[in-house]
T-cell receptor, first 114, second 111 residues
Framework: DAEITQSPRHKITETGRQVTLACHQT?????MFWYRQDLGHGLRLIHY???????NKGEVSDGYSVSRSNTEDLPLTLESAASSQTSVYFC?????????????FGPGTRLTVT | EDQVTQSPEALRLQEGESSSLNCSYT??????LFWYRQDPGKGPEFLFT???AGEEKEKERLKATLTKKESFLHITAPKPEDSATYLC????????????FGKGTTLSVSS
């Protein structure tokens, strides 16, 4: 069955370190997304990609970057981790643009920045 | 500004006690409205997509409806396994494929 996997599932890092969260999907979807989920804020969009070599900023992109070198993967990098980036991160994917396609989510990565 | 508001924030029901969750939205042009279920420690699980006012979708004890300003998720005769957080999201015409999420309604069903 097609799925989205994220790794690691839990990560503790120190302020100032660079961290990369992995996302891999086997849906063969063109669109991929990264969200963060915090109490009181719900899910907020960080970055998204419509295909290989395409990346776009979302609502809360400061301090994060992504790159898309193939269809299956969209890693999220925190350039210099800050305590404000402690959160649960979800990756999602959906089929091509053109109509309202549902997004399918991974299991999440819980990141703690100390 | 595109916005999604869900109410109530939390809802406690007895098993078999039917109720509804509300999702109010303000968007420049609605491309689609989505309902998700999220269990603790897991990612959101897709339930329904609604595209236009008057549309309804059903799945087991859940029924989603859509008007021009809001959507309802009706839960008929809920069971304890229906306990979860239910998320509503919209896709607006000018937002590409990005979804705008509400903060969710946490449903607890006791036996």
């Amino acid at each position: 069955d097609a799925e989205i996997t994220q790794s690691p599932r839990h990560k503790i890092t120190e302020t100032g370190r660079q961290v990369t969260l992995a996302c891999h999907q086997t849906w063969n979807h063109n669109n991929m997304f990264w969200y963060r989920q915090d109490l009181g804020h719900g899910l907020r969009l960080i970055h998204y990609s419509y295909g290989v070599q395409d990346t776009n900023k979302g609502e809360v992109s400061d301090g994060y970057s992504v790159s898309r070198s193939n269809t299956e993967d969209l890693p999220l990098t925190l350039e210099s981790a800050a305590s404000s980036q402690t959160s649960v991160y979800f990756c999602a994917s959906s089929a091509a643009r053109g109509r309202a396609y549902e997004q399918y989510f991974g299991p999440g990565t819980r990141l703690t920045v100390t | 500004e595109d916005q999604v508001t869900q109410s109530p924030e939390a809802l406690r029901l007895q098993e078999g006690e039917s109720s509804s969750l509300n999702c109010s939205y303000t968007v420049s042009g609605l491309r689609g409205l989505f309902w998700y279920r999220q269990d603790p420690g897991k990612g959101p699980e897709f339930l329904f997509t609604l595209y236009s006012a008057g549309e309804e979708k059903e799945k087991e004890r859940l029924k989603a409806t859509l008007t021009k300003k809001e959507s309802f998720l009706h839960i008929t005769a809920p069971k304890p396994e229906d306990s979860a957080t239910y998320l509503c999201a919209v896709q607006a015409d000018q937002a590409g494929t990005a979804l705008i999420f509400g903060k969710g309604t946490t449903l607890s069903v006791s036996s």
